[in-house]
């Protein structure tokens, strides 16, 4: 029998087959194969034994949250309790664009900012709409209609609001609010397994929260062709294969002094690629 992976808790992985529900282990030969279930992985099962005996090629997946075959991330963003982070928010941008996932934006909180903060969120909102991501606060109505058909995955660091989120798209879930740390800036890890939710008509997963990155797998040029704004101006460039950093006549930095290219998203790009 075929079905889905819809939870996992240690080793136990619940896998959804049509209306049944069965809690499985997973062979031990993915021990060997160096490959571990993740939720949302399509996949063989031995109903009798409650077995996972293989698992179906993915279409994608990532390390953290540890889930596979996503549709689209939203990437929940506080502007306060946490602050805004629009290095962190550039890092989840990157890393999902990478792995072939639509990332869509909601920035959240945006009540308890004073009237300068709200202008300024304002600007960044409209700068990541311009250069294509759909973006939405969490008070928008329309957010409901995303989901219908899709796998989603809510990322973003702890306290940002995730479980509020969605316990707003669907009362029925009841998920768990943590309080955030004044002191740290950051929430407690209210959800410490990963699931996927029917809400909406769609399957959503909710998160331990995260707000550790690395950029596993990925080259600086994989970094660099993932600031999509960096696409639209790089035929101005003396070097195809320019990096955008020390080159002259590049068309990125030409564009960022001109305010077409966020100052900020630039200046992550350097600090990214500097680091690895």
């Known amino acids: 029998m075929v079905g889905k992976i819809i939870k996992q808790i240690s080793n136990d992985y619940t896998v959804k087959v049509d209306n049944n529900l069965y809690v499985c282990k997973a062979r031990g030969k993915f021990r060997n ?25 993915r279409k994608n997946e990532l390390v953290r949250p540890s889930i596979s075959n996503i549709d689209q991330a939203v990437i929940v963003t506080s502007v306060k309790i ?26 959240t909180k945006l009540d308890l900012l004073n009237t300068d903060e ?3 969120i304002e600007v960044i909102q409209k700068y990541y709409k311009k250069i294509g991501y759909e973006v939405y606060n969490n008070a928008d109505s329309s957010l409901k209609e995303i989901f219908k058909n899709k ?19 669907d009362s029925n879930l009841n998920l ?35 707000s550790a990155l690395d950029f596993k797998d990925m080259k ?3 970094i660099r062709d993932n600031f999509i704004e960096f696409n639209y101006y790089k035929s101005a460039c003396e070097y195809k294969d320019c990096m955008h950093v ?31």
Do not use: M, W
Request: hydrophobic share 35%; proline share 3%.
């Open 220 to 222: 600086n040029t994989d």
């Open 246 to 276: 020390n080159e002259t006549k590049c068309g990125v930095k030409e564009n960022v002094k001109n305010k077409n290219i966020l100052k900020s998203r630039y200046d992550n790009y350097l600090k990214f690629i500097e680091k690895r």
């Open 82 to 107: 946490p602050d805004f982070s629009s290095n962190l928010l550039d890092k989840l941008l990157n890393i999902i664009e990478f792995n072939n996932i639509k990332p869509i934006i909601c920035f």
């Open 176 to 210: 768990e609010i943590g309080e955030v740390s004044i002191a740290l800036g950051r929430g407690r890890h209210t959800t410490r397994h990963t699931e996927l939710i029917e809400v909406l008509g769609g399957l959503i997963a909710d998160t331990p929260g995260f």
């Open 118 to 120: 709200l202008k300024y």
């Open 33 to 57: 194969l160096c490959i571990t279930p993740l939720v949302g992985d399509n996949v063989e099962i031995d109903e009798k034994n409650n077995y996972i005996l293989n698992i179906l090629e």
């Open 151 to 169: 796998i989603t995955v809510f990322a973003g660091q702890s306290g940002a609001g995730k479980s509020s989120l969605l316990n707003r798209l």
